[in-house]
Structure formats: structure tokens, C-alpha cells
């Protein structure tokens, strides 16, 4: 015979639930996990013990309940909260609304709590509303079917997202008429409707909170109930991201296909079809439309979607993606941002590896229509870049190469923006911690110089989390920071290919925190830098990540320098004006799609591309123009060797060269005179510079000026044919 517990003190008697309740004053509250409400709550009565002897168990939900009892994990705050409504006087409150994603234990915490009231000798009614038609007639008859309503203390509602129509009727005729001392449970994936949150007479009556996933202890603590190897803990809670399903999920895969020796199921998604299936199944419960799914692989893809970016990457109508845009919002699983659309970090997992499943073709025609898009809109320099270049970044990390290297967990809650005074000590700080004092010294002097050159990251509540330092560099500057690298720089420049007087060079000196948050600023600043014509990006030894990304974007080594501090600083260079931004990100694209290491070149060196030095390049241009006429001296022509013209080229396709950049100098506004000198002297038939001079029709004088002139305008317009790869070797 089944033993009951002793009953606790019976709550005092409470009449009928008026059906107004009176207006109060207060607003509604919101209670996030880990805390209670901010309305004082009447001490709660020593909470009644349990049996000391568990009763034995004479029914299957017995046993259950035990089970339930023994593996559940977490929610001590909402728990608390309940227990405080259950137990002690509620001044007015009787609704409890719990919602949050699907997965994230809503059925579960209702079950602790029923089983919790009922230990309690209160007695608990559950509606499951995916199993009861939303009407009135359908829940009245699933609550009766119970027991007589009235005798139930606590009333526990499970999918309220399925209510409907009915959640009105709950809550201006169900509940008005239910007996004051029921308490009402609400578990649902949305929060109350808004009727709920503005009508006075549910301010105090209503209480909302959002249950959020699980922290790691309270993630490996589940897995331990659930006898999962201890080995395989961290990475499965790294790889659930918080979600009670998904570990539940995981620990099930665990326990039907151990792997000793790992890896272990669910911690690669890409290698668990099966489990992904039923994770989206479960997340879903519906069968999406083919637009639908396409919808949610754009989602899974993009930083943050909008409109915009499911308009571009399905090549739909504007109304048909805001339509799409609508559905997604719906979704538990997506939480709308200011910038769009975020869908949960896991979800977002299952579902890249679901596009993968359904086809690499797909797969790439979405990653390729996002990329362009992005970077056109970033090209534009627009409003909004920060947005478009941390989006475009973030495309990335669906590179095995990318993912591996850096931590991307919670990049796209990631914002950027140009410093401002007060972020400077936070700044400093950081560069100090992770680069040294004598670089945090020189950061100082640069914020004098350029303030402008301050990039920080954000992340949400936490604030601050990382910073670059990425000052613009002239031709001739003056006045700079004694920083041996911004001089190296210059140097190499000059030595390479000298900037011109609109040309920049930017040194991302320093860059503080992850590796991702420097990727979305650089990617930006590359992008829309005025007058970019060289990039120069420094990396500490420690930083492996921020370099390996930087092999991967095609950024080109060059020897460690050393710092102020002694500490070497290991820089990447990039010239843009051999390749535009458009051309690298279309090269960029290619590369991303490339998850095989072996498959990528190796980066190349600064020390081999271009491969002659600025002042040797301007000297063979003035050869070659002297030996213009005579093929077999320009043969031996050291522009041969450059990309001016193609491998093996011969003598007739250099003086091609010479003689169109001599068309293309005449073309230019104020430059005729200096293309005559040079066809009068080198391209017309041979001649003194006497007779040049008068064919010219200058003096003697003004003619070596003149000719010394066209010779280096006509040697930078080579440069720059030879850069930007008309021809190509």
C-alpha cells in the first residue's frame, strides 16, 4: 500500500477570483534566469520535508518521477521562484509564464514542478497543448478529465505556442473564474502576447521568464546523470551550446555508439546525419517548404540575415523575402537583433551541416550569391560598413581551415565601431597586456596622431573585448611615432613600389582579443580605406590564429621585425593595387570553398612579388625605351622577367607595351608634350636628342627636363600595368 507523505500546513482558505482584477501601477517583469523578480516576496514557509523514506513505488509514474527527480539538472532560480508562488502568500500573483526556444527544457521544468507540488501535497493538472484542440470545449474536457478543476492547487500548461485563439479565452474568462488558490504554469516557446504585458490588471498577476540554456556545469552535470564517459564531457558541452536537447540527444548517441577513443557523436555535427535530422525535427516540428528550407540555409550561412540578404542569395522578389523574413522571426530558435536575424549557435550548426547533406552544389551557389553581395555592398563604402565587412568576414568560418584556427562561439553577437575617447584606457590596457608597455606607450602616441585609427569590438553586455590599431601611412609623412615598423614599411614601399601622392599604406599595428574580431575590422578598413594602395597587418608569435587567417585571405609574409620592446612582430602585406578589393574577394571565395588544407598554395612572400625593386623597375624602363628599335638589345631586357608581358613573351610584345603606355600618357590631361618627347626620341626612327629637341620644338635645356619627366611618368604607368595584371605570368 502506498504511504503518503504528511500533509503541510493547508494555504488559507481564498474565496473566488473576482473577474477584474484591480489595475495596479507597476509594470510588468521580465525575470531572466538567475534572478527573482525585483517586487519584494513574503518569506516563504520552511519548506515541508519529504518523506525519510521514499515511498515505494506501486505505479510505472512512480518510477518515472524518480528518475526525473534523480537527472534533473539546473533551474535552481526558477525553481526558487516557484516554490515562493506554491508555498507563501503570491500577493496577487497566479500566472507564471516560462518561455524560451524549443529544446531548453520548458516540459522538463514543468514536470519537476508538478512532481515538486505534489511531494508537496498540492495537487498539479498538466495540459499538454499539442495533444488538446485549441478550444475551449477540448481543454475543458482534458482538465476534467483529471479531476474535478477545482481541486487542483496547480495548473501546468505545456506548448502554450499552440494555444491560438485561446489564449485570449484563458485570460479574460478562463482564469477569472478559477479559485484563487490555483497557480498557473505556462510553458510555451514565445513570450505572453502583448495583451498580457499592457492590460493594468495583469501587471502583478503575471509573471514572465526566459529560460535560457544551460552553463557548463550545469551542461556536464547532465551528461554525468546520463552516464556519458567522462572523457567525452567538455567537448559535448562545447558542442551543445547550452541546450538540454541536444545533450540529451547526445548522451542518447553516446550510449547507442560509444566511441572510446572518440571523436564522439554529436561533437562533429557534419559526421551525426541522423542526429542533426532529429534535432531539427524536434526544433521544427514541421516539414519546412522547399523556400523555407532555402530560407533557413541563408540563416545558417549569414552573420545576421535580413531581407536584403534573402533577396540576394535566393534571387527572389522583395515581397517573397520579406514574407520568408516574417517566418523565420517565428521561429524559437531566432532572436531578432537591431541588424536582423540570429539564430541559435547549435541550430545554426545543424543546419549548415543539413545544406552540406542536401547538396555541396546548393551549398555553394548560396555561399557565393551572400559573398558577392557583401562585398559589393562593403566596395560601396556605404553606410553600414562595419556591418557589411563583419558579415563578409564572418562568411569564413565556413572554411574547415577558418573553423579550426579561431574560436568563432558567439561571433556574430560580435559589433564593431571607430573608438571613441572613452574606450582609449580600455584600449591601452589591452595592448599593454597582450603586446607590452613599450607598445602601449607607442599606441598612445598614435591615438594623438590618429584617433581614427582605433578600431574596437563589442560584445553584447560584456562590453569591450578586443581592439586594432591600424594607423594610414603617406609617401613623405612626417612627424610620425618612432616605430621602427611603420618606418619598415615605408621602406619597403619605397623599395617595391612607391606610393603615389594619393596612395595609403595601413599598418594594422596591434590587434588585441580574438582573431575573428580583427578579421571582421581588417576586412572592413581593407575595403573601404581611401586611397588604399598597400596593407601591412602585424602579428605577435602567440597570435596563430590571426595569422593563419591571414594565409588564408592570400596575405603575403614578409621577415620578423622587432618591435620597440624587443618583441618581434611578424607582418603580412597585401598590395591592392595589384589586386583590387573586388578581385580579392572573388579570389577570397575560391579559397573558403576550399576545406582541404593540401589544396591551397602556400602564401607567397613579400621578398618575391613584384620581383624588381621600384628604383631597378624605373632604370629598365629607360632601357627598354632606348632599345625600343632594336629588338635584339631590347631581347635582353630585364622587363622581360616582370608581369608586364606574358612567360616567354619576346622582344615584340615588350615594345607593344612601351609603345601603348605612350598612347595612354598622351591621353592623360597635361601629358601630350611628355608622349611626343618620347615618341620623337625612342619610337619615331632613330635620332640625336639634338634633333628631338628641335623636332620638339623646345630648347636643348627644356627638352632634358622634358624627356627625364616622361621617362618616370611613363615608368610609373608600366608599375602600374605590371601590378594590377593586365597580363599576368
Known amino acids: 500500500m502506498r504511504t503518503t507523505p504528511p500533509k503541510p500546513t493547508p494555504v488559507p482558505p481564498a474565496s473566488v477570483m473576482p473577474a477584474t482584477i484591480p489595475p495596479q501601477s507597476a509594470p510588468p517583469q521580465s525575470v531572466k534566469p538567475g534572478s527573482v523578480a525585483s517586487r519584494p516576496v513574503a518569506p516563504a514557509p520552511p519548506p515541508v520535508p519529504f518523506a525519510a523514506a521514499p515511498a515505494p513505488a506501486d505505479s510505472h509514474g512512480d518510477l518515472l518521477a524518480a528518475l526525473r527527480k534523480r537527472v534533473f539538472t539546473g533551474r535552481v532560480a526558477e525553481l526558487r521562484l516557484l516554490r515562493e508562488l506554491l508555498l507563501s502568500d503570491r500577493h496577487g500573483c497566479f500566472v507564471v509564464w516560462l518561455h524560451g526556444m524549443g529544446g531548453v527544457g520548458k516540459t522538463t521544468l514543468l514536470r519537476r514542478f508538478a512532481d515538486e507540488a505534489e511531494a508537496h501535497g498540492r495537487t498539479a493538472r498538466s495540459i499538454d497543448m499539442r495533444g488538446t484542440d485549441p478550444t475551449p470545449e477540448a481543454f475543458l474536457a482534458a482538465l476534467e478529465a483529471q479531476g474535478p478543476p477545482s481541486e487542483a492547487h496547480v495548473l501546468l500548461i505545456d506548448s502554450a505556442e499552440s494555444l491560438g485563439p485561446l489564449e485570449q479565452w484563458l485570460r479574460d474568462e478562463f482564469l477569472p473564474r478559477m479559485p484563487a488558490h490555483v497557480l498557473l504554469v505556462i510553458g510555451g516557446r514565445r513570450p505572453p502576447s502583448a495583451e498580457w504585458r499592457t492590460d493594468a490588471q495583469w501587471w502583478h498577476a503575471l509573471r514572465s521568464m526566459e529560460l535560457d540554456g544551460m552553463d557548463d556545469a550545469e551542461a556536464a552535470q547532465l551528461l554525468r546523470n546520463r552516464d556519458v564517459d567522462e572523457a567525452a564531457v567538455p567537448e559535448l558541452v562545447r558542442a551543445a551550446h547550452g541546450l538540454p536537447l541536444a545533450l540529451a540527444l547526445f548522451a542518447d548517441a553516446c550510449e547507442r555508439a560509444p566511441h572510446p577513443d572518440g571523436p564522439y557523436p554529436g561533437c562533429e555535427l557534419s559526421d551525426s546525419p541522423d542526429l542533426v535530422r532529429e534535432l531539427l525535427r524536434l526544433l521544427l516540428r514541421e516539414s519546412p517548404t522547399p523556400d523555407r528550407s532555402d530560407a533557413l540555409h541563408v540563416l545558417a550561412l549569414a552573420r545576421v540575415t535580413t531581407e536584403e540578404l534573402v533577396r540576394h542569395a535566393l534571387e527572389i522578389p522583395a515581397a517573397e523575402a520579406r514574407t520568408l523574413c516574417a517566418w523565420l522571426s517565428c521561429q524559437s530558435f531566432v532572436h531578432t537583433t537591431a541588424d536582423g536575424l540570429v539564430p541559435h549557435e547549435l541550430v545554426r550548426e545543424a543546419l549548415l551541416a543539413d545544406l552540406r547533406w542536401r547538396g555541396l552544389e546548393t551549398y555553394e551557389r548560396l555561399f557565393r550569391r551572400l559573398h558577392a553581395h557583401l562585398a559589393e555592398r562593403l566596395a560601396e563604402r556605404g553606410g553600414g560598413r562595419w556591418a557589411f565587412g563583419a558579415g563578409l568576414a564572418y562568411l569564413g568560418r565556413a572554411n574547415r581551415i577558418a573553423r579550426e584556427a579561431a574560436d568563432w562561439q558567439g561571433a556574430d553577437r560580435l559589433q564593431l565601431r571607430t573608438a571613441r575617447p572613452a574606450d582609449l584606457a580600455a584600449v591601452l590596457a589591452a595592448v599593454e597586456r597582450e603586446h607590452g608597455g613599450a607598445a602601449a606607450l607607442l599606441a598612445q602616441q598614435w591615438w594623438d596622431q590618429q584617433p581614427g585609427a582605433f578600431t574596437v569590438a563589442e560584445n553584447g553586455r560584456r562590453g569591450f573585448v578586443g581592439a ?39 599598418l594594422a599595428r ?39 587567417l591571414l594565409e588564408l585571405y592570400g596575405q603575403q609574409r614578409t621577415a620578423p621585425l622587432d618591435g620597440p620592446d624587443g618583441c618581434p612582430a611578424a607582418p603580412y602585406v597585401q598590395d591592392w593595387r595589384s589586386a583590387t578589393f573586388d578581385r580579392w574577394a572573388e579570389a577570397l571565395r575560391t579559397r573558403l570553398l576550399a576545406d582541404d588544407p593540401a589544396a591551397l598554395p602556400a602564401p607567397a612572400t613579400a621578398a618575391t612579388a613584384p620581383p624588381m625593386p621600384w628604383p631597378e623597375f624605373a632604370e629598365a624602363v629607360k632601357h627598354a625605351y632606348r632599345s625600343a628599335l632594336d629588338p635584339r638589345q631590347l631581347a635582353e631586357s630585364a622587363l622581360l622577367g616582370t608581369r608586364l608581358v606574358a612567360p616567354g613573351a619576346d622582344a615584340a610584345a615588350l615594345r607593344t607595351a612601351l609603345t601603348e603606355t605612350v598612347a595612354q600618357l598622351r591621353a592623360l590631361p597635361g601629358q601630350r608634350q611628355l608622349a ?5 626620341t625612342y619610337l619615331s626612327g632613330p635620332r640625336s636628342q639634338q634633333a628631338a629637341a628641335s623636332r620638339a620644338a623646345l630648347s636643348f635645356s627644356t627638352y632634358r627636363r622634358r624627356l627625364a619627366a616622361a621617362l618616370t611618368r611613363a615608368a610609373e604607368l608600366l608599375r602600374e600595368r605590371e601590378l594590377y595584371g593586365s597580363v599576368t605570368r
Open 468 to 506: 586594432l590599431v591600424a594607423p594610414c601611412l603617406e609617401a613623405g609623412s612626417t612627424g610620425l611615432p618612432d616605430d621602427p615598423v611603420a618606418h619598415a614599411a615605408l621602406e619597403h614601399a619605397a623599395g617595391r613600389s612607391p606610393l603615389r601622392r594619393s596612395e595609403r599604406l595601413l
Open 510 to 548: 596591434w590587434s588585441t582579443g580574438s582573431a575573428v574580431a580583427a578579421g571582421y575590422a581588417l576586412t572592413t578598413l581593407w575595403a573601404t580605406t581611401p586611397g588604399l594602395a598597400m596593407s601591412w597587418t602585424c602579428t605577435a608569435p602567440e597570435q596563430r590564429a590571426l595569422a593563419t
Open 676 to 680: 611626343d618627347v618620347l615618341e620623337i
